[in-house]
C-alpha cells in the first residue's frame, strides 16, 4: 500500500473478469462458520498456497497458526466505535506470519473477508444499505499528506489533508483495510471503485513495524495489518494504549517464529500489509 520501490511481479489471479463474490470469512464468533471459506492454508509457511494437500499441516482453529506458532494466549479481542473490515485478496491467505485474521480476532467490531471485488460497501459489509462518506479506506499510494504528522489523516483525492481532521476522523462509523502484497492490494483497489466513495486516510505509524528484519521494507512506514489496524482504530478512539493492546498477537507471534526452525523464515516478498 505504500508505494515507491520496486513492485513485485503481477501475481495470477484466480479469477477472472472479477465479479468474484467476496466470501466472508467473518460472521461472528470469526472462526466457527463455513470452513471452506477461509480455512488455512495447508501450505502457511511456504509462501504462496497452492493448495497442494500433501503439504497439509495442522493449525490452530482459533488463530489459524501451525502449533508452534499459536498466538491464542495473546489473543484479548478489544472492542470499538469504529468498525473495521479487512478486504483480504485470496492468495493472501496463506502467510503463517499473515496477520488479517488476528487482527480479525483481536477486534471485535471487525469483518474479514476474501474476495477480488464487490458492487458496493454495503456489499463486502453484507449490510442492505451502507453511506461510504462515514468510511475511511487507508489510502493506497505513496501520498504523503503535508502538514504535521498525525498518525491518522484523512486526505482529499490528492493527498492534501483536509481542513477538519477532527471532524471527519469522528465522523467515520469504520475502516476498510486491503490485506494483500503491494500488487494485490492494488488490484483490489482497482476492482473496487467504490472504495473511492470512501474517505481516504493515511496512516504515520507511530514506530516501525515490529516485523524489524523478518520483511524487507523498503520503506520504514510499511507495516502489517494487524499494526495498520491497531493505530487506525487507536487513533479513532484517541487511545493510543489500545494500539499496544491489540498487538500482543503479533508479539507472540514474532518471538515464537524467532524460536521456531530457521526453515520457517517468512518470505521475501514485500507486504504492504500481512
Ligand atoms: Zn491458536
Redesign the pocket.
Known amino acids: 500500500m505504500r508505494g515507491g520501490g520496486a513492485i513485485p511481479p503481477t501475481p495470477t489471479l484466480p479469477r477472472k473478469g472479477g465479479g468474484s463474490k467476496g466470501r466472508s470469512a467473518s460472521a461472528r464468533p470469526p472462526f466457527s462458520s463455513s470452513p471452506s471459506s477461509t480455512s488455512p492454508s495447508p501450505l502457511a509457511g511456504e509462501g504462496r498456497g497452492g493448495g497442494n494437500p500433501a503439504a497439509a499441516a495442522p493449525t ?1 482453529p ?4 501451525p502449533p508452534s506458532l ?3 494466549a495473546a489473543i484479548a479481542p478489544i472492542a470499538t466505535r469504529a468498525e473495521l473490515v479487512i478486504l483480504q485478496h485470496p492468495q493472501e491467505q496463506d502467510h503463517a506470519l499473515g496477520t488479517a485474521f488476528l487482527a480479525h480476532r483481536q477486534f471485535k467490531n471487525s469483518r474479514l473477508v476474501v474476495g477480488l471485488s464487490w458492487p458496493s460497501l454495503a456489499a463486502a459489509l453484507a449490510r442492505p444499505s451502507a453511506e461510504p462518506r462515514r468510511w475511511g479506506v487507508l489510502y493506497l499510494g505513496p501520498l504523503k499528506p503535508a502538514g504535521p504528522l498525525r498518525v491518522l489523516s484523512v486526505v482529499d483525492a490528492h493527498g492534501a489533508p483536509l481542513a477538519d481532521q477532527d471532524h471527519f476522523l469522528a465522523a467515520l462509523d469504520g475502516v476498510v483495510l486491503l490485506d494483500g502484497s503491494w500488487s494485490q492490494a492494488k488490484a483490489l483497489w482497482w476492482r473496487n471503485p467504490w472504495l473511492l466513495k470512501l474517505r481516504r486516510l493515511v496512516l504515520a505509524p507511530p514506530r516501525p513495524s515490529l516485523y524489524g528484519a523478518l520483511r524487507k521494507e523498503p520503506r520504514g512506514d510499511s507495516v502489517s495489518t494487524i499494526e495498520a489496524a491497531a493505530y487506525c482504530l487507536a487513533a479513532l478512539a484517541d487511545d493510543a494504549a489500545l494500539a499496544e493492546r491489540a498487538l500482543a498477537p503479533l508479539r507472540l507471534l514474532l518471538a515464537r517464529n524467532g524460536a521456531a526452525a530457521p526453515a520457517r523464515r517468512p518470505d521475501r516478498r514485500r507486504h504492504v500489509h500481512r
Open positions: 490452530c482459533a488463530c489459524r497458526k499459536c498466538v491464542c
